[in-house]
Nanobody, 123 residues
Framework: VQLQASGGGLVQPGGSLRLSCAAS????????MGWFRQAPGKEREFVAG????????KYADPVKGRFTISRDNAKDTVYLQMNSLKPEDTAVYYC?????????????????WGQGTQVTVSS
């Protein structure tokens, strides 16, 4: 099982990034997917999640209207489009895959995790 996150980097405030998370080793379409982030000294927090068929999604309040989660089950990949980035978005971003619920905000309800990709928003 592998979740390979990519697309992070350094961006100026107001800029955009698109994160990708490629899955392998399990049946991707059977899992809901989520993006979480963890800033230094803080707990991992939910950012966005999407159901198995991509028909429903949830966002954390700080990112609503700026971030968009999507998935391509033919490519076994989930994406996070991040626009209007702010310095407080700086964190390591992780993708997770969960099996036993429709969708979850809780990190403990995800079964598999990627290695994380660093996003730094700074001028």
């Amino acid at each position: 099982v592998q979740l390979q996150a990519s697309g992070g980097g350094l961006v100026q405030p107001g800029g955009s990034l698109r994160l990708s998370c490629a899955a392998s080793g399990f049946t991707f379409s059977n899992y809901y997917m989520g993006w979480f982030r963890q800033a230094p000294g803080k707990e991992r927090e939910f950012v966005a999640g999407i159901t198995r068929n991509g028909g429903s999604f949830k966002y954390a309040d700080p990112v609503k209207g700026r971030f968009t989660i999507s998935r391509d089950n033919a490519k076994d990949t989930v994406y996070l489009q991040m626009n209007s980035l702010k310095p407080e978005d700086t964190a390591v971003y992780y993708c997770g895959a969960g099996r036993y619920y429709m969708l979850s905000y809780a990190a403990g309800e995800y079964d598999y995790w990627g290695q994380g990709t660093q996003v730094t928003v700074s001028s």
